[in-house]
């Protein structure tokens, strides 16, 4: 089976898999991505049948649709995972947090419910869409995905959507009807183990507030969030959604997300060796660092990892801060840049640092390059 997928982020940072909705693709996380990226590998993916994933011929299943997951996770070696899944995804999450509950860490479903619709809605749409085409229920689908307000005020956005839509391969969109339509956690949801989120949005008619707080009560440890949307409630509310996710995954506060991102920028090792030489006399300088340095500019989505860390070597190397440009060699290794980049970097900070101050840097450089 092959599966469509791309990732953002740094090698370092934790990955967190983002699972699309019925109808839709993997480019419907993209206006989250970079609001995830300083916390986040995003690994989105188009669920067979969809996207520019291959389309089966026989229905499928969400126990298929969940392996096609564990296949991918263990193509690109990922052991453990944070994963977000909405409507269809969300299933597939669920399916997920029961049968591989060692590769999830933390799980969120969104907008979705252990048993979605019934079996004759389900079937009907599928003989509607296999006679008329998949432009007979787009309108319809608009209207359940997005409020009034947000289709009013977004125009284009909703034309875009429906572009994705309507480009649905028919035989891979009624196969996984028939997936959604089959699937059913009611009785399974207890074997949840992993810490678990509930979106859902208060005008959902597809999952509403009330399906959202049975699966709350049925899994162990499980909490609600609800948002003014309807059924695409990430697509309607990114960066709202975004804050969620960061919420539930990293923490509230600018500190926490600033340790977050300072152990995926300079390495678990570093950041435990600051903090046990953490004191009366340096603590209060030690949580600045974290929370203002990490956790509120190199956290913000306009620039990112990468970029950062090019901006922050040059500077160190016009400053001539030796210890400072070692550490971020390490730092700019973690956030992706190769060894050429480095290499260019120094180079162009010779025109404009001197020459002294980029040989320096030259050879810091490589003492850590040939230490990695």
Known sequence: MKTNYKITGTPNSPV?????????????????????????????????????SEVTET??????LGNDVIDLLN?????????????MGGLIGQWLGIHHPDRIIKLILSNTDAKIGTVENWNERINTIT?????????????????????????????????????NNTLGYTNSCAAVRDADFREELS???????????????????????????AIPNASLEVLQARHLSSTELPQTYAEILINFIVGETAFERGMHVRRTVLGDAHVDKANSKINTFNG??????????????WTRPGLNKPTRSCITLA????????????????????NGLTHDEIKEIIMHSALYCGLPAANEALHSAEEILNEL
């Open 75 to 87: 193509e690109l070696k990922l052991e453990k995972i944070y994963f977000c899944g909405l409507s």
């Open 315 to 334: 500077i160190l190397i016009a400053l001539n801060r030796k210890d400072e440009f070692k550490m971020h060699v390490r730092a700019a290794i973690n």
């Open 284 to 297: 209060d300088f030690q949580h600045f660092i974290s929370n203002y340095a990490w956790g509120e500019i």
């Open 191 to 217: 074997k949840i183990s992993a810490k678990t989120l509930v979106i859902t949005g208060d005008e959902d008619v597809v999952t509403n507030i009330e399906q959202a707080k049975i699966l709350v009560n």
């Open 131 to 167: 006679k008329d085409g998949i432009q007979a229920i787009v309108d319809g689908t608009m209207e359940r995905w997005f409020t009034d307000d947000f289709r009013a005020k977004n125009p284009n956005r909703i034309t875009e959507i429906k572009s994705v839509f309507t480009a």
């Open 59 to 64: 229905p499928y299943s969400i126990d298929l």
């Open 16 to 52: 967190l898999v983002l699972s699309n909705s019925l109808g839709a693709d993997l480019g419907m996380w993209d206006e989250l991505i970079p609001f995830l990226a300083p916390y986040f590998r995003v690994l989105q993916y188009d669920t067979r049948g969809h996207g520019r």
